[in-house]
């Protein structure tokens, strides 16, 4: 197979953001499923239609406990942290505290071996900060209450985790992304197990949530894993954390569009800082000089 080259790498790596995208609408289509039940449940879809799809996953699996430690706790511990917090805070709070993963993974991406940080990068990646808290707001005013501190820190956390998760996988680029089908699996079980020790247990009422449940398992839980440990450990991981930021207004514009959301004039001024801020932090890939 042919190496992909480093803008190829950066666009299959933001073909996950666009499945991200899909998640808000599929999880409100899906039911009243508890969070991590619905975790368990589509990191096995995800697991398993992996490895049926890449057989190679078996072997790929065969990896040294770091690599483990490093996926799984990426994975499930952004996924645990992220739903706490959401229990435990109000989500337009939550939701903006966790959406600085895609700031820290450009300011860790400083400490990667043969990444330099540029002063694009900083503020493509703040302008688009501004835009999609423009989303998670809806313009509105924010209010940190400090009885919801433990929620604000799982919040955090989760922001941490993924950022960090993203950064280090650079450092295990010699680890194939088949790997992801274990991680993924492992995340199943984990969540299963929080699911029936925290959550009561609720099954979808008919075959539209079910088939919502097999789609995120498929695409946003699955799929995007693999070509997101693709972009970030071939591509360019700066450009990737800005563009990141498009994932809330891409997944806003969804539930605009199928009905469980109302339009605003705001989103067309998130979509315009979230788009400037991805062209400025892209600036060297996507205008490069030919000779």
């Known amino acids: 197979m042919t190496p992909l080259s480093r803008s ?52 790929a699996m065969r990896q040294p406990p770091q690599v483990w430690l490093l996926g799984v706790g990426g994975l499930f511990g952004y996924h645990f942290c992220y739903f706490f917090a959401l229990r435990s805070a109000p989500p337009v709070e939550a939701g903006l505290i966790n959406y600085l ?14 990444e330099r940080l540029k002063w694009q990068h900083v503020a493509g990646v703040l302008l688009a900060l501004a835009g999609a808290g423009l989303v998670v707001t809806k313009g509105r005013g924010l209010s940190f209450d400090p009885a919801y501190a433990p929620g604000y820190f799982a919040a955090l956390c989760a922001a941490f985790a993924w950022s960090g998760y993203s950064v280090l996988s650079r450092r295990f680029a010699a680890v194939p992304s088949e790997a992801i089908t274990g991680f993924c699996l492992a995340t199943a079980i984990l969540s299963a197990a929080c699911h029936l020790a925290l959550e009561t247990t609720v099954w979808p009422d008919n075959p539209w949530q079910w088939a919502a449940i097999v789609g995120l398992g498929l695409g946003p839980v699955g799929l995007a894993f693999y070509v997101w440990d693709i972009g970030v450990k071939r591509g360019d991981i700066q450009v990737l954390g800005a563009v990141s930021y498009s994932a809330p207004l891409l997944s806003t514009f969804m539930l605009v569009v199928t009905g469980y959301a109302e339009y605003s004039h705001l989103l067309l001024v998130a979509a315009l800082l979230i788009t400037l801020g991805a062209v400025l932090a892209a600036k060297d890939m996507l205008f490069r000089r030919t000779t």
Not at 20 to 46: E, Y
Not at 104 to 112: D, M
């Open 8 to 59: 190829s790498a950066t666009l299959v790596g933001f073909s996950a953001v666009l499945l991200w995208s899909l998640l808000a609408f599929l999880t409100a289509a899906s039911g009243a499923m508890p969070a991590l039940q619905l975790t368990a449940i589509t990191f096995g879809i995800g697991g398993v239609s992996l490895l049926i799809l890449r057989p190679s996953s078996i072997g």
């Open 101 to 114: 993963w895609p700031l820290l993974i450009v300011v860790f991406s400083a400490t990667l071996p043969g």
